[in-house]
């Protein structure tokens, strides 16, 4: 069914394309053809009615076979008296002169009421022959007849009182119709207008009619008698039906006049030379080209006028010019269809330029990434995206989720478990694909998780690390997920074994590794809960020698960031960013909660950090309850530890060979560093203000678990 109506569409347009050209090649043909004569009419036998005969073109008589005469112009027999129907009314035919192309009526009235003919029958004014708009080029058709213009206008005025003074007004003697009224009959030119300050007072018009200026000698027009009024109207005036014979030899709508009125040879006025008044057969080739350019233009405009606004009303077609008709047919549908189909093709072309920028763009991304794999001869094995998705079973169990992407379990070939990291779609350049990649493929440290294999597959990219069964450390030290809280014993060997790892990716390869995100949640787990530092999407790598980093961003974690990274006047970006970061990660896992929590019950204890350095400013022999001596002495040289890592100022953060060593020393050889702050100058140590600040730095949407420590 769609396939024949396209078919039906088809040739639809290709008959109406054919139709169009044809038109075209016609009106050129047109262009050149000599001068048409005038049109010529079927011969009919005249006809008469009553003192008028020889009536023939354009008149006609009611009755006469319908090829004959004018329909405009259509004449009535009635009493052996002519009849001519004017603006609804009767008027009688007086005269009819061919040469002058001029018929004589009056009103009939003024005839077959004689009693009582100072009224007449019809209301006629010269309005009634005035056109009503604008007369030109654009307007199509003409009026059957002109008024003469001598021509006067008779007025009949019904006065409440009688009108003495006025030479104009004419009493009109009513006595012979039974009236006592003041009627007065008023004659002014046709070209003037009636004003309001030329009707008297308490006058109404009644009726109007016209009477011919002719008739009226010089003397007579100044003051006229209504025996004379009278005369005038039965006399009649006279009308032109000029126009017509201008239609019918000249063009529709051009002007003429007679030149010869023993003849009626009448000249033409090719000033228009328009193509709606079939006055192009008397112009000039170049005129004929002008006039039938704006034929089809004019018809253009129509077409598009309908199409937009979805309307066919402007279509009505009152010219009948088979080239007017082609231009509404080319702007209709020729030109939509052609801004249509060049839009698809552009809206096409531009989609088609877009999908290859991209292309481009993430082209040049996946070159990055295969000549980055490529120059670094990287030892982890390269697998393909459908190896990726059958270690995975399909992606099927899911180990975690972030704002990388998703972790996935699986298992190679050979059995071992491992863990599938798929990076989702990034709008960068591959930069943190390639940070990972080439970070974690260059180590090689008990404490850090060992890549095996990586996937770069157009737009899909995947991590394969080492399986961590544990976990991450964040649900053990926070006791999260109903797993068993670690003995402090063994917390202490993670931390160790976290600031080992640490240490070796500051100070272990050729370049400085800065991780920038060290927190529990990237704090994983073996079977013996070894600790493996994981994550390294955010990591900078930094030569050896230079000990300022430049960042236009920060990096990293809330509640584990240094404070550098947000104020810059506290000092250059460095690998003491790291060492902050381990601090409040090792505050928490001695205290087995988080460093931050605005539930506390009291104030002093919003922020752990400060309320733990208290603790040991006023007594430094800490005890803690329900743990052992020599546990109490592990968690003690882990909060030592941690409030010199949080030192606002970096430069007063040990490195982290310093940590290791000091976590490995005796409890006795270590010093209660200066108060953690997060401002420098910072004077007032529980400001409410400060606290809200401090509390917005953190994580404060996790849950807070708080364990009294009594010392």
Request: net charge neutral; hydrophobic share 35%; with cysteine.
């Amino acid at each position: 069914m769609f396939i024949g109506i396209m078919e039906n569409k088809t040739s639809y347009l290709f008959s109406n394309c054919s139709r169009i050209l044809v038109s075209i090649f016609a009106t050129i043909l047109l262009m050149f053809q000599p001068n048409s004569v005038a049109k010529q009419h079927p011969q009919c036998p005249p006809s008469s009615c009553g003192k008028i005969g020889n009536i023939s073109y354009p008149f006609r008589l009611r009755g006469d076979p319908s090829h004959c005469g004018d329909p405009r112009y259509e004449l009535e027999c009635v009493n052996n008296a002519t009849l001519l129907t004017l603006f609804s009314g009767k008027y009688h035919v007086q005269d009819i002169d061919y040469k002058r192309y001029t018929i004589l009526v009056n009103d009939a009235g003024a005839v077959e009421d004689a009693n009582c003919s100072f009224i007449p029958r019809y209301f006629l004014s010269d309005r009634n022959f005035r056109p009503t708009g604008l007369v030109g080029p654009d307007d199509f058709g003409s009026r059957p007849f002109n008024l003469d213009v001598e021509t006067f206008r008779i007025g009949y005025f019904n006065c409440a009182n009688a009108v003495s003074g006025d030479p104009r007004y004419a009493k009109v003697d009513s006595s012979r119709c039974g009236t006592r009224e003041h009627v007065y009959a008023v004659l002014e030119p046709s070209y003037l207008d009636y004003r309001v300050k030329d009707i008297k007072v308490g006058c109404d018009l009644m009726a109007a009619t016209l009477a011919n200026w002719r008739r009226l000698s010089e003397a007579e027009k100044g003051n006229l008698s209504y025996d004379e009024i009278h005369r005038t109207i039965i006399e009649g005036f006279r009308l032109s039906w000029l126009p017509a014979i201008c239609e019918e030899r000249c063009g529709k709508g051009t002007k003429c006049e007679v030149i010869d009125e023993s003849s009626g040879e009448v000249q033409c006025d090719t000033h228009f030379c328009h193509y709606a008044y079939h006055t192009t057969d008397k112009c000039e080739p170049w005129q004929k080209f002008f006039s039938y350019t704006r034929a089809y233009l004019r018809g253009v405009i129509f077409g598009i006028g309908s199409r937009i606004t979805f309307s066919t009303k402007q279509l009505d077609n009152p010219v009948g010019l088979q080239y007017f008709d082609g231009g509404i047919f080319i702007g209709r549908n020729v030109i939509p269809i052609y801004l249509a189909t060049r839009c698809l093709i552009g809206l096409i072309l531009l989609l088609m330029l877009l999908v290859y920028k991209w292309k481009r763009r993430h082209l040049s991304i996946y070159e990055n990434i295969e000549n980055f794999l490529f120059d670094s001869h990287l030892n982890p094995i390269r697998y393909e995206y459908k190896e990726i998705k059958k270690m995975t079973g399909g992606f099927k169990v899911k180990l975690g989720q972030g704002g990388f992407g998703f972790v996935y379990k699986g298992k190679l070939r050979s059995g071992l478990d491992v863990a599938v990291k798929i990076l989702s779609k990034s709008i960068d350049n591959g930069q943190d694909f390639i940070n990972e990649v080439g970070t974690i493929g260059r180590i090689h440290h008990v404490n850090v998780v060992h890549l095996i294999g990586y996937c770069v597959e157009r737009n899909k990219r995947a991590l394969v690390y080492e399986f961590m069964p544990n976990g991450s450390l964040d649900k053990y030290i926070f006791s999260e997920g109903g797993s068993v809280p670690l003995s402090y014993e063994k917390l202490y060997e993670i931390s160790l074994g976290i600031a080992s790892g640490i240490e070796y990716l500051h100070r272990g390869c050729d370049m400085q590794i800065l991780h920038f995100d060290i927190k529990s949640h990237n704090i994983l787990l073996d079977d013996n809960f070894v600790p493996k530092v994981s994550d390294f999407g955010l990591v900078k790598l930094h030569p050896m020698n230079a000990s300022i980093v430049n960042l236009t961003v920060a990096r990293g974690t809330l509640g584990y960031m240094a404070p550098e990274l947000f104020y810059k006047n506290i000092g250059g970006i460095s690998y003491k960013a790291d060492v902050y970061s381990f601090g409040m990660l090792l505050m928490e896992m001695a205290s087995k909660r988080r460093n931050s929590n605005p539930n506390a019950e009291h104030s002093s204890q919003h922020y752990f950090p400060f309320w733990i350095y208290d603790q040991f400013k006023e007594e430094k022999n800490i005890d803690m309850e329900d743990i052992s001596r020599k546990d109490n002495i592990l968690v003690k040289k882990m909060f030592m530890v941690a409030l010199w890592c949080i030192q606002l100022n970096p430069n007063d953060r040990p490195s982290m060979n310093k940590v290791v060593e000091m976590l490995e020393g005796e409890i006795e050889s270590l010093e209660l560093p200066a108060r953690p702050s997060f401002y420098k100058n910072e004077t007032k140590m529980y400001n409410s203000d400060m606290r809200s600040h401090l509390t917005s730095l953190v994580d404060s949407t996790n849950s807070y678990l708080f364990e009294n420590i009594t010392i």
